[in-house]
């Protein structure tokens, strides 16, 4: 069973990275279910990133999406 200081680590990591997020916390559930579901991501993976990563990833996966609506339009 994991330490009382390993879980509190484990807490406040998480309040911070959603608390410094630009997100609100409603996005950050939306976008959390399109990961898990649509781009077949584990939750762990979204948990344990930090929220510049996070961001990045978003960002490309937005571009892609964009690219890919662009390329079937034509």
């Not at 959603?18 to 609100?24: F, G, P, V, Y």
């Not at 993976?45 to 961001?55: A, I």
Request: proline share 3%; aromatic share 18%; glycine share 2%.
């Amino acid at each position: 069973m994991p330490s009382n200081e390993y879980y509190y680590y484990r807490r406040t990591r998480r309040f911070f990275r959603i608390a410094l997020s630009q997100d609100s916390l409603a996005d950050y559930y939306k976008t959390n279910f399109h990961l898990l579901y649509k781009e077949k991501w584990s939750l762990t993976e979204l948990d344990e990133m930090l929220p510049y990563e996070r961001d990045i990833y978003i960002a490309l996966l937005e571009q892609a999406r964009e690219e890919e609506a662009r390329d079937n339009g034509r």
